[in-house]
């Protein structure tokens, strides 16, 4: 059964980190694109970056230089480090799969998607 599991969400305040955790379970994860997105209520979701199967990344303009995607396949765990947090990064942060067709960093091209993370970045 495929499943993502994500972890590491919390409340932290404006400048500070955290490091998300995606564990996949189901399918090996070195085969896969896997994708971070972000939504709050209200809002379509919204990709945040990408690690692709040849280790490529990708990241949304408004989080580059300040998140970084990473894998560890011998875990089957994609991680997302997140530094210099601001309010508007609070949202409930998901992993999903890429189905491998269509662009990347839009939701409607992955089957697979964790439960999601809270994340609030308040003072």
């Known amino acids: 059964q495929v499943q993502l599991v994500e972890s590491g969400g919390g409340l932290v305040q404006p400048g500070g980190s955290l490091r998300l955790s995606c564990a996949a379970n189901g399918f090996a994860l070195n085969y896969h694109t896997i994708a971070w997105f972000r939504q709050v209520p209200g809002k379509e979701r919204e990709g945040v970056s990408c690690?692709?199967?040849?280790?490529?990344?990708a990241y949304a303009d408004s989080v580059k230089g300040r998140f970084t995607i990473s894998r560890d396949n011998a875990k089957n765990t994609v991680y997302l480090q997140m530094n210099s947090l601001k309010p508007e990064d609070t949202a409930v942060y998901y992993c999903?799969?890429?189905?491998?067709?269509?662009?990347?960093?839009?939701?409607?091209?992955?089957?697979?998607w964790g439960q999601g993370t809270q994340v609030t970045v308040a003072s």
């Open positions: 690690t692709r199967s040849t280790h490529n990344t």
């Open positions: 999903a799969r890429y189905t491998g067709w269509g662009p990347l960093l839009v939701a409607a091209q992955y089957d697979y």
